[in-house]
């Protein structure tokens, strides 16, 4: 290779007679594309695999040996390349594939949903001839049939391109549709008895070129020149971007948008079809309070406010701050965050604040945490060791991504998890890990164990898995696999091995909407905005906000053993379900009793904002502005398409209207001049404009210009930082002079190793998750609402035999906290001695079981039949 | 006996030497597909003599041979093995018996006839090549085929020719038998491939699916016909001179011709390649024995189905593939199919176009859509409801098929396939527009100004 050669190598070619220039191995038709000239193209998807299926994109190549007509999909651009792309042979041959296409098309245009926005009536218009000489017959099948819940297939439309099949294959890996017959009688449909029961289906409707694939929430609601559009961030903890398209004051879908950094377009049903929801009849929309007689009635926005302010006054007069705790927040955007941290800590001046409800990591290990970005997960040559649940049912786009990047053979992983995953089958290493085990399975990685076998792995694969790790680049992809365990071990294999590996970053999958962007604007004990401690930039805040908590706050399980105790008089809970989400039920249903004074802010009726005392109907999605924060730190546009019906608040104004009441001014008029105060004060968000934030379909991952060692090290290895706000770096440096540090790997300590589990029992408890649960949303989204299937205990088939139960069995489970009676079922992905139950699925609850003293939950279970 | 022995003519053999024979000279040999008949014949005497020398020897051999492929594109043997780019393992050979084309049925004989012919040509070439498996992909309907190789592959395993150290060698190989389901398309070989690993039979597009580069499983693979390989015990036993002195170089050795339709004696002959002309084969008694009931011929296709069709004026063409494709048509996969004057010419293109029409994969878009299209218009003609601009639709149609219906075709598809359904009524319309043209009802055919005064 040329020591001259230029850092960024262009291929330079011709394209209609000027001059063009491509990157190597770029694709011809994407490279016309970037130089201005657009190909029209159907079976093309960038970011699947070309087939040179429909023959559209031909367009007239010459690599020396003459013009020749060949697929620009299917061509890398080479030196020299003279490419035509309207000459007479391309406008014929593309003017007869168009003719080709719409001999068989069914011209119902009028009656199609895609019509208006149909690639193939774009291009007939653009390209295509005036009108058909087809005079036969055209070709007849059933019209659409339901090829699953959400999804319609109408074949007589279908020019069959290949991209739903692919994707359905290549991308989601569930090749549930696919080619049948051939020639003209080829067809694409489900497997018999098989319908296209796939978490993605809805990308394949999205990519549809025609209107061939439909979806039920979207059939015949509008006309696509009806709709006014927007790009937005679905509120989920991958941030995915999508454009949120409503008519008349009602979201009527969301599609997926290629943003390189994040979703490369795709969305998981669950998110793409969950605005139903906001549309739900049974949204909050009023005020409530407690009657005289304990029901809760109607109040005027005044009086709820009152209510509440009142509340809070009494506690903090009488019993301090420390009485007043506020749970949740993970769903709302940063500037809500941040408007409750200023009202809960700079205010209030409690620090009893906790966005998780007991199913995430501790805030200070999250933000100290070297933090990784999807694309370090995903890119080639690294390792990804997974210490989380299955990514397919928590972080859809996520598992996509990886499940790619692994196809590929880019990445490597490694799973340390309970259960077998979705992506076990492509991992390079899967260790069955039990549950409470985790830390030391780590432990015994880094080290060199001796004998057989480790914590129930043989040291074999324990070696194999340590030369993983010491091999390449390595991204840790950090959250919970299961509630039944605590989230100590979890931590303390984070830091070991951030210790162990200096230049391995952390992905932390807390899976609850901006959950990572709630502890970094400071919704967590021992938190302040940017990823800072009540230690560090106690004083610093208390310069700006007036107060800052006098001493270190209670997580979500101790403010609940507080309440318990007597000691919480007043329990704010921020769009917050803990009588659902907390994995101890026991000890919930005690604290919510206790508690004298529950706020509840939340948009739709809940286990707990139906015990609330005072109850305050807020914004969802689609109705407030702001930005939102995904796992990576990473921080977007969240935009506002419909009005809220009347009497729902957005949770700052709420958060802004009670410390008024309580006779403090905020100083907060909106999300934008919220932002900005949030930018200026943290360390984390320094230099990350609102405008910077929008300017982007990427947005801005932070630190943005933070000069950490961080950033620093990055700056070293010749590797500019991903992305800069528009500021001048000059101008955050000196700002950043005088901010708090942000917390450090160096921060932490390291928790203690947990108790060796003692076997009290034969099988350890998994708490696990599952896409489609009982949960707020999908419970208020028509289209989704029944696909949540009550849980079966998954055991390992070898099981029925130790236990002499049958398939399908009812068991009975009992732990040292409770006991359930539940139908067993065989998994071949549970290893023996290892039960797992999903969550919220509105059958037998695992949160029956488990108690939040314990670091593991050990059942007994036995047959319940005689 | 099989029906196509029963079929071929009692006078193919009667004039022609059997030494003149290279492929087809057991084909009357008692017991000539079992091991001990073929043994008996001088059998896997090329497969000894080959391992006795250098790998690249053997390829070298086959190179000066000028073995050009016999499954229809005519690519020299030798020079597509070169392709395999080095030190890239393991490679493939796999080999194409899903002989379809329309009036072809050769390698049907080989197979049944002489299995261990082509099972030791499998052996020359994988050691040649370098390759430690084989694929024999044999058409789903050809069972007598498929039973007689899976017999003799059981053979040759248990008598030491085939699996590990053959011959007392370090040469080992493995032969996997993999029985069709019934597509044309998979005698394309980048689809034989793609139904080898299991999926739908859909050609890849070349490049980047060069199979000699990107095969088989992305390894590189070469695909040979089933004619091609039975040919190679013979260069190695008598070499490449005496190879080519049976043809007429580049078009050395002998080529296994089917002849079909308004003959007197249909079947396969094995004659010299580049020698004997269309005239000879189609007229001579010990051939064809010329035109049923002494018609006069009208056309014929001179290399399957897909190939341009010949007339009167190129039955002295030898059958040679540079001369046949000069001419503007190809040798192909051997198939001569005649038709004599009694033969409804566009009846005859609707037949060959509902065949491909059938046989379409599906895949682009312009086969897929455009050969049912032609079918209908030609059935719609036939059926009496032509219109006058039907016969330019049909030949436009063709001609976003096959943009410019020049010979080699040029394509708006991935493979020939498409192509393959333009040709028959490229050809048609050109000599014979007139019969089309009577199809038309009456009142189309008036001069279009008198058409012009209507209304």
């Known amino acids: 290779m040329a020591l001259d050669a230029p850092a960024n190598p262009v291929v330079e070619f011709t394209l209609d007679g000027r001059a063009a220039a491509a990157a190597p191995g770029q694709l011809l038709i994407d490279a016309c594309e970037q130089a201005g000239t657009y190909i029209p193209r159907f079976c093309y998807h960038p970011r699947m695999r070309s087939v040179g299926m429909c023959r559209m994109c031909l367009v007239e190549v010459d ?76 070709r007849h099948f059933a019209k659409p049939i339901p090829i699953s819940d959400l999804v319609f297939l109408d074949r007589e439309r279908c020019i069959l391109c290949d991209r739903c099949t692919r994707f359905a294959d290549e991308v989601a890996g569930e090749a549930l549709i696919g080619f049948q017959n051939r020639g003209s009688h080829t067809q694409v449909n489900t497997f018999p008895d098989q319908p296209f029961d796939s978490y993605f289906s809805g990308n394949t409707v999205q990519i549809c070129p025609v209107g061939a694939l439909t979806a039920r929430p979207y059939r015949f609601k509008a006309r696509p020149w009806d709709l006014s559009e927007t790009i937005s961030t679905y509120p989920n903890a991958v941030g995915d971007r999508i454009s949120v398209h409503a008519s008349r004051n009602r979201i009527l879908r969301i599609q997926g948008v290629d943003s390189d950094a994040v979703n490369w377009g795709w969305l998981s049903d669950r998110d793409r079809f969950s ?126 991504r990886l499940r790619r990047s692994l196809m590929d053979g880019d990445a490597a992983l490694l799973e340390l998890t309970p259960l077998e995953t979705s ?89 609850r909407g901006a959950a990572v962007g709630a502890l970094e604007m400071g919704l967590a004990p021992r938190l302040l905005p940017g990823r800072t401690t009540l230690a560090a930039a106690g004083d610093w805040y208390r310069r700006f906000w007036g107060a800052a908590p006098a001493e270190p706050g209670l997580d979500a399980a101790g403010i609940l053993r507080a309440a318990v105790e007597g000691k919480i008089k007043v329990l704010i809970l921020l769009g917050a379900d803990p009588a659902t989400d907390f994995p101890d039920r026991r000890l919930v249903e005690a604290a919510l009793a206790s508690v004298s004074t529950i706020i509840a802010l939340d948009a739709f009726p809940t286990a707990s904002s139906r015990r609330a005392h ?54 907060l008029s909106s999300p934008r001049q919220i932002w900005e105060e949030a930018v200026r004060l943290s360390p984390l968000h320094a230099g990350v404009t609102w405008d910077g934030v929008r300017a982007d379909l990427d947005g801005v991952l932070m630190p943005a210009a933070a000069p950490d060692a961080a950033a620093q090290d990055e700056a070293a290895k010749g590797e500019a930082p991903a992305e800069l706000a528009g500021e001048a770096p000059a101008d955050a440096v000196a700002a950043a002079a005088s901010l708090p540090p942000s917390l450090r790997l160096a921060d932490l300590e390291l928790p203690e190793a947990p108790a060796t589990p003692f076997d009290g029992y034969s099988f350890r408890l998994v708490a696990d998750r599952t896409l489609y649960d009982k949960g707020t949303i999908v419970s208020h989204s028509p289209s989704l609402a029944g ?51 999903a969550l919220n699925t509105g059958g037998a609850d695992p949160r029956d079981l488990i108690s939040s003293e314990e670091p593991i939950c050990e059942v007994r279970i036995v047959s319940s039949e005689l | 006996m099989s029906e196509l022995e029963s079929r071929s003519p009692a006078a193919a053999s009667s004039v022609v030497e059997p030494s003149d024979l290279i492929v087809t000279r057991r084909r009357h040999q008692s017991g000539g597909h079992t091991l001990e008949g073929y043994l008996a014949s001088g059998g896997y005497e090329g497969l000894r003599l080959a391992l006795e020398r250098p790998p690249a020897a053997v390829q070298e051999e086959i190179k000066a041979a000028s073995l050009l492929g016999r499954g229809g594109a005519g690519f020299p043997a030798g020079v597509k093995w070169g392709f395999c780019p080095p030190n890239v393992w393991p490679r493939y050979l796999v080999v194409n018996g899903d002989e379809s084309e329309p009036g072809t049925y050769k390698d049907r004989l080989l197979m049944e006839t002489d299995p261990h012919q082509l099972i030791e040509g499998c052996l020359i070439a994988a050691y040649a090549v370098g390759a430690a498996q084989c694929f024999l992909y044999v058409r789903g309907e050809m069972a007598l085929a498929q039973e007689r190789l899976a017999a003799a592959l059981n053979e040759s395993y248990e008598a030491g020719f085939l699996g590990r150290d053959i011959c007392g060698s370090d040469f080992c ?29 859909m050609p890849r597009l070349k490049p980047p699916y060069f199979p000699a580069a990107v095969g088989l499983y992305g390894q590189p693979t070469i695909v040979n016909n089933v004619e091609t390989l039975s040919n190679l015990p013979w260069i190695v036993c008598r070499g490449a001179e005496a190879f080519a002195a049976k043809g007429a170089p580049p078009s050395s050795g002998t080529r296994v011709f089917t002849v079909s339709g308004h003959v007197r004696t249909p079947g396969v ?187």
Not at chain 1, 430 to 451: H, K
Not at chain 1, 638 to 661: N, Y
Not at chain 1, 818 to 824: D, E, H, K, L, N
Not at chain 2, 413 to 418: A, E, H, K, N, V
């Open chain 1, 614 to 667: 005072v109850l305050l109907p807020t914004a969802t999605f689609g109705e407030r502005e702001g930005t939102h924060v995904n796992v990576e730190g990473r921080a977007t546009a969240v935009t506002r398409q419909v009005t809220p019906p009347a009497g729902v608040r957005v949770d700052w104004q709420v958060a802004a209207e009670l410390a008024d009441l309580l006779g403090f001014d905020l100083g």
């Open chain 2, 173 to 201: 190989l493995d032969i996997v038998l993999q029985p069709g389901a019934g597509a044309y398309i998979v005698g394309e070989e980048t689809a034989l491939i793609e139904s080898l690993e299991g999926r739908r039979g």
């Open chain 1, 63 to 138: 690599t020396g040996r003459g013009p020749a007509l060949q697929p620009a999909c299917m061509l890398s651009v080479s030196a020299g390349m003279i490419v035509e792309t309207a000459s007479p042979p391309v406008v014929k041959a593309q003017d007869g594939v168009l003719e080709f296409l719409l001999l068989n098309h069914p011209l119902d245009c009028p009656v199609c949903d895609k019509g208006g926005e149909c690639p193939l009536q774009d291009q007939t218009m653009a390209f295509g001839p005036g009108e058909s000489r087809f005079v036969e017959e055209k």
């Open chain 1, 787 to 837: 696909k949540a299937v009550p849980a079966r205990l998954r055991l390992n088939p070898s099981d029925f035999e130790r236990l002499a139960v049958g398939k399908d069995a009812l068991v009975s489970v009992t732990s040292s906290s409770g006991a359930i009676t539940v139908s067993a079922a065989p998994d071949e992905r549970v290893p023996p001695a290892a039960a797992a139950l």
């Open chain 1, 275 to 400: 605005f139903e929801a906001v549309h739900s009849p049974e949204r909050l929309t009023e005020p409530m309070g407690r009657s005289e007689d304990g029901e809760l009635t109607p109040l005027s926005t005044s009086a709820a406010l009152g209510a509440a302010a009142a509340a809070l006054r009494a506690a903090l007069d009488a019993h301090g701050p420390q009485s007043v705790a506020l749970l949740g927040g993970a769903g709302l955007c940063a500037e809500d965050q941040y408007a409750w941290a200023k009202l809960a800590k700079g205010v209030l001046a409690t620090d009893n604040v906790d966005a998780c409800m007991g199913d995430g990591l501790a805030g200070e290990t999250i933000c100290a945490l070297p933090r990784a970005t999807i694309a370090d997960a995903c890119r080639p040559g690294g390792v990804v060791l997974l210490l989380s649940g299955d990514l397919r049912e928590e972080f859809g786009t996520l598992y996509l």
């Open chain 1, 423 to 511: 992506l076990s089958s492509l991992a390079a290493c899967s260790l069955r890990v039990r549950p409470g085990d985790a830390a030391r399975v780590v432990e015994a990685l880094l080290e060199t164990p001796r004998g057989e076998r480790f914590a129930g792995i043989e040291t074999k694969e324990l070696a194999a898995a340590s030369a993983l790790l010491s091999e390449r680049p390595l991204t840790v992809l950090l959250g919970r696999t299961s509630q039944a365990e605590s989230a100590e071990a979890a931590e303390r294999a984070a830091i070991l091995l951030a210790r162990a590996f200096p230049q391995a970053k952390f992905l932390p999958l807390l899976r």
């Open chain 2, 269 to 455: 002959f094995e004659v010299p390649f580049g020698v004997t002309t269309f005239r000879e084969i189609i007229f001579d008694d010990h051939y064809a024995g010329g035109m049923r009931a002494d018609y006069p011929l009208k056309a014929f296709i001179p290399g399957g189905a897909s190939a341009p069709w010949f007339f009167e004026e190129h039955l002295d063409l030898p059958l040679d593939k540079a001369k046949v494709d000069d001419a503007g048509s190809m040798l192909g996969s051997g198939a001569i199919v005649v038709m004599d004057e009694t033969t409804d010419v566009p009846r005859a293109c609707h037949n060959l176009v509902r065949f491909f029409a059938r046989e379409s994969c599906g895949k682009c878009t312009p086969c897929r859509e455009g050969t049912t299209w032609l079918e209908q218009v030609l059935e719609r003609l036939l059926a009496g409801r032509g219109r006058p601009t039907d016969l330019d639709l049909l030949t436009d149609i063709c001609d976003n098929i096959s943009p410019g219906l020049s010979w080699p075709p040029k394509m708006t598809t991935i493979c020939p396939l498409g192509p393959s359904a333009v040709s028959p009524i490229a050809s048609a319309l050109d000599r014979f527009r007139h019969e089309f043209e009577a199809y038309l009802p009456e009142r189309s055919r008036r001069p279009s100004s008198l058409t012009a005064v209507a209304g």
